[in-house]
C-alpha cells in the first residue's frame, strides 16, 4: 500500500487507498497527545467520506482523552476561528479542499489558532513514529460535544472586526457557487448579513459529495457561475473550492476575474484602512507589489503553503497576504485563509465604490498566468534544477521553494507540490504568449 501525502499543508490521500480509518484514527490520536488531551474543534467538508473520516478522527481524539467539539460541515477557516475564540488546544478540519472527491484528508490546527507550522508538524510526526501510543483507559476517555454555533461565531468574528466598522451601503445581488461544498450555507448567511441578496447556484452541501464542476475556483471553472450572473442580472458571482478558504469571483457581466484578483482587491481593501508589511508566497502575481507601492508598502515573499505564509506574516506583523490560488489571509479576523473573509471585502469594496466591478478588475494591475503541472517524475531534482538555471540563463534565481526563475516582466516557479504527487509550474507575464511559452520551455526541460 501506498502512503498518504504529509507535508505542511496536512494529512491527504485517496479513501480505500492509502487513507484508512485505522491510518486516521491513529493520526488523530496522535494529534490529540500534541494537544495534551484538551478541548480540540472538528470540522469537515461534504465529501462522501466525511462521516467516515468523522468517526475515526473523533475515535482517535477520544482514546487520548480530548474533548471533541464536533461542528459539523463548516468552511476550513471556520475552526481557527473558533480555537482562537475559545481559547482551544487545536483543531481538524476533514478535507482534502480541492482534490477529487476520491481524495479526503486532514488539515490540523494549533492552540494558537493556525495550521502546523514544521517545527510542530515534526512533532506530530515524531509521536506517530512511537511503536504504541498513549491511549487513556476507560475511566479517563474524552467525550464528544455536538456545537451548531461555529459558522455564526465565524461571522460574527469578520463582521466585528475593525475594517468592517461601516457595514455596505448597497443591497447588492449577490451569486454563489460553493461547489456543494462546506462554504454553501455560510457564504448565504454572511451575504445576508451584509445586507445583500444571495442567489444560490451550486449551495447544496448534501448532494452526496460530487462536485458540480472541477473543485478549484479558476477562472475556466466557473462558466456555469458566469452564465447564472448573466441570467439573472447579479451584480457579482463569487466562488469557493470545497472546503472555503478558497475564493474568486466573476463580474456583472458574467466575467471571471481570475482567482490572483481575490488577494489584489483584498490587500488594497486592507492597505486602505491600515498600513503595515504585506506577505504572499512565491507563485503568487506580482500585482500584489504593484497594489501594495501604491501604499509605499513592500510585498515579502514565503514559501508556497498557508502554513508558511502565516509564519511569515507572524515575524513581521503583517496585516494583509495570501496566497494567489484565491486565499486571502487577515490575522486581525483569522490566521487561514478565509473565503468569507475575501466574500466580505468584496461586497463591502462595490458597495462603497460607484464602479461596477468590471470597472474595478480594469484597475488592477494586468498581468497573464499560466499554471501547469506534471506528473512527478524520475531522476534528481537538483540536477533538473540545475538544467533550469541553464536554460533560463540571465534569470535571478530564488531556491527558497523549488526554483523562481525572475526576469523583468516575467517569472517561472517550478516546485514539486504539497498535496499531490505532481510538479507544478507556474510563469506570469505581460501577455499569455509569453506564459505560455516559459513553461513549455520548462516542461521541456524537465520531461527530458
Not at 462536485?211 to 458571482?237: I, M, Q, S, Y
Not at 517524475?377 to 537538483?382: R, T
Not at 533538473?384 to 540571465?394: C, D, I, P, T, V
Amino acid at each position: 500500500m501506498s502512503l498518504p501525502i504529509f507535508t505542511i499543508s496536512g494529512l491527504r490521500g485517496i479513501i480505500g487507498k492509502d487513507l484508512t480509518p485505522e491510518l486516521v484514527c491513529r493520526t488523530a490520536a496522535g494529534f490529540g497527545i500534541s494537544a495534551g488531551g484538551g478541548k480540540v474543534a472538528l470540522g469537515r467538508d461534504c465529501r462522501s467520506s466525511g462521516d467516515l473520516m468523522l468517526h475515526a478522527v473523533a475515535a482517535g481524539l477520544v482514546s487520548v482523552g480530548c474533548e471533541v467539539l464536533d461542528c459539523g460541515i463548516c468552511p476550513t477557516p471556520t475552526i481557527p476561528v473558533l480555537v482562537r475564540e475559545e481559547k482551544l488546544s487545536g483543531g481538524i478540519e476533514i478535507t482534502a479542499s480541492h482534490n477529487p472527491p476520491e481524495w479526503n484528508g486532514l488539515k490540523f490546527v494549533s492552540a494558537d489558532a493556525a495550521f502546523l507550522n514544521d517545527r510542530e508538524l515534526a512533532d506530530l510526526k515524531r509521536i506517530l513514529k512511537q511503536k504504541q501510543l498513549a491511549l487513556r483507559g476507560w475511566d479517563r476517555l474524552g467525550k464528544v460535544t455536538v456545537r451548531d454555533d461555529a459558522i455564526d461565531i465565524h461571522i460574527r468574528r469578520i463582521l466585528h472586526s475593525d475594517l468592517f466598522r461601516n457595514r455596505p451601503r448597497k443591497k447588492l445581488k449577490v451569486g454563489i457557487d460553493a461547489c456543494n461544498g462546506a462554504a454553501s450555507l455560510a457564504a448565504q448567511r454572511m451575504t445576508q448579513e451584509l445586507g445583500s441578496m444571495p442567489y444560490a447556484l451550486f449551495c447544496s452541501q448534501h448532494e452526496g459529495g460530487c462536485f458540480p464542476r472541477l473543485p478549484e475556483p479558476t477562472a475556466d471553472h466557473l462558466g456555469e457561475l458566469g452564465e447564472f450572473v448573466r441570467r439573472k442580472k447579479l451584480d457579482l458571482g463569487v466562488a469557493f473550492d470545497p472546503d472555503g478558504d478558497r475564493f474568486s469571483c466573476v463580474d456583472e457581466t458574467g466575467a471571471a476575474l481570475g482567482e490572483e484578483a481575490t488577494v489584489m482587491l483584498a490587500i488594497d481593501f486592507v492597505l486602505r484602512r491600515s498600513s503595515g508589511p504585506v506577505v504572499v508566497n512565491l507563485s503568487t502575481s506580482r500585482g500584489v507589489d504593484e497594489i501594495s507601492a501604491r501604499y509605499g508598502v513592500r510585498v515579502e515573499r514565503s514559501r508556497v503553503g498557508e502554513a508558511a505564509v502565516v509564519a511569515r506574516m507572524k515575524e513581521l506583523g503583517a496585516v494583509a497576504g495570501g496566497e494567489g490560488n484565491g486565499g486571502v489571509i487577515i490575522p486581525a479576523i483569522n490566521t487561514s485563509r478565509d473565503g468569507l473573509v475575501a466574500l466580505a471585502m468584496l461586497v463591502q469594496t462595490i458597495s462603497d465604490s460607484s464602479k461596477p466591478l468590471s470597472v474595478l478588475a480594469r484597475e488592477l494591475p494586468h498581468y497573464v498566468m499560466v499554471k501547469d503541472k506534471v506528473q512527478t517524475a524520475g531522476g534528481s531534482w537538483p540536477k533538473k534544477r540545475a538544467r533550469l538555471e541553464k536554460a533560463f540563463a540571465g534569470t535571478e534565481p530564488d531556491r527558497t521553494d523549488g526554483i523562481k526563475l525572475s526576469g523583468r516582466d516575467f517569472w517561472l516557479h517550478v516546485r514539486m507540490s504539497n498535496t499531490e504527487p505532481i510538479v507544478r509550474l507556474i510563469a506570469e507575464a505581460r501577455t499569455e504568449i509569453e506564459a505560455r511559452h516559459l513553461i513549455s520551455r520548462a516542461k521541456k526541460v524537465i520531461e527530458d
